[in-house]
């Protein structure tokens, strides 16, 4: 069935490292793409998003890569901090099925 | 402040104890949503509800009910709550499902049930 899904359940960064986490999607007529982050505690909230007809999104010290050859999509923090220590996931559009999430630490 | 309210934030119970956990939202949002969140599953649907009157199945709705008379609110209704549904639940709202449809997500309601 369509699944959303991340490649690595958690990452560990060494602060002022860049972070990398990965997404996998299976609908190929997926369009648009949201990242959530998800502090200890706390609901998902909004980072960036991204439509099919985009290959690369910014947003501040973060960025959204979308290769839909291969159904991937990439988050990408820059300068990580303390403060980035959260689990990530990403959804498809209609934000009904979301992956497992990735738990970031980053260690200072 | 534009805010998803969930209540309780904390609830223990005992296996067949009917429970209620409200959920409100003030962004006059048409979309609601209800997740659990499992270790190692992430989130997963239980119900949604486009509008006043219509609600729908999610992934996983065994043992849950749901209700959407007024806009703003979406209760989440375990009629006989078994120890398997113990886990940590969001409720979400969007402006709608098509097109741009950020989630805004309540705080989380963790039920423990004995």
């Known amino acids: ?108 | 402040e534009a805010q998803v309210t969930q209540n309780p934030r904390y609830l223990i119970t005992v296996t067949g104890k009917k429970l209620t956990v409200t959920c409100s939202q003030n962004m006059n949002h048409e979309y609601m949503s209800w997740y659990r969140q499992d270790p190692g599953l992430g989130l997963r649907q239980i119900y949604y509800s486009m509008n006043v009157e219509v609600t729908d199945k999610g992934d996983v709705p065994e043992g849950y009910k749901v209700s959407r008379k007024e806009k703003r609110n979406f209760p989440l209704i375990l009629e006989s709550p078994s120890p398997n549904q113990t886990s940590l639940y969001f409720c979400a709202s969007s402006r709608g499902r098509s097109g741009a449809n950020v989630l805004t997500f309540g705080a989380g309601s963790r039920l423990t049930v004995l």
């Open chain 1, 1 to 108: 069935g369509e699944s959303v899904g991340l490649h690595l359940p958690t990452l560990s960064v060494q602060e002022g490292d860049n972070s990398i986490i990965n997404c996998a999607y299976s609908n190929s007529a997926s369009d648009y793409f949201i990242w959530y982050k998800q502090e200890s505690g706390k609901g998902p909230q909004f980072i960036i998003d991204i439509r099919s007809n985009m290959d690369k999104r910014q947003g501040q010290r973060v960025t959204v890569l979308l290769n839909k050859t291969v159904k991937h999509l990439s988050l990408q923090i820059a300068a990580t901090q303390p403060g980035d220590s959260a689990v990530y996931f990403c959804a498809e559009k209609g934000n009904m099925r979301f992956g497992a999430g990735t738990r970031l630490t980053v260690k200072p």
